[in-house]
């Protein structure tokens, strides 16, 4: 059964959120009022079904089957879609990880690290404390693989990569635990 065909075929197609707090960059949906705080609990429906949801700083993201969503603030890239926009009041697909089938998404407050069901992490937003794991402080607009060196050594030549079981974002930092039960 194809992704898709596992959203039509669940009893509840879709999965009800709710948000609350500074609705600053639209991250509270379309039809909520921009740079209102909401102090109680505020009803969405996007029509998907919900796995989880992770919030950072102004912007959240969310999976469906496999699949990550992200809203909000789109500053330094923390969105993961490329787009020339501001914010974003309605999810939007992060397409370059549609190939990947994540299982698990997290936010810091301006920066998103997810993770494969095989054990690849991507990051991207804001990097500039070295929180994406890439090797250097640049922001990303869009998704880039973190590589994963067994034993954290400095690559070689075609080193073995490890593969990741549980990620988490900080404020300025992110860590990530390996089959090998390393921490990076």
């Known amino acids: 059964m194809d992704r898709n065909e596992g959203i039509l075929a669940d009893s509840s197609p879709h999965t009800q959120i709710y948000f609350w707090g500074n609705d600053r960059n639209g991250l509270l ?15 969405f429906d996007f029509g998907v079904k919900i796995d989880s949801i992770s919030c950072g700083e102004g912007h959240a993201a969310f999976l469906s089957d496999g699949y990550i969503y992200t809203m909000g603030d789109n500053s330094d890239g923390r969105l993961g879609i490329s787009k020339n926009i ?43 404390s070295g929180q994406l794991g890439l090797g250097n402080r640049q922001n990303q607009l869009t998704p880039q693989q973190i590589k994963l060196y067994n034993n954290n050594e400095t690559p070689t030549k075609n080193p073995p990569l490890d593969s990741a079981i549980d990620i988490s974002c900080g404020k300025r930092h992110s860590g990530i635990i390996t089959s090998s039960k390393h921490f990076f």
């Open 29 to 43: 949906g379309p039809d909520k009022n921009p740079r209102t705080i909401y102090t109680r609990p505020q009803p």
């Open 86 to 128: 501001k914010s974003a009041s309605t999810p939007n697909l992060i397409e370059s990880l549609i190939k990947f089938y994540i299982v698990k998404v997290t936010c810091g407050p301006a920066h998103t690290i997810a993770l494969s069901d095989s054990g690849e992490v991507f990051a991207w937003g804001n990097g500039e």
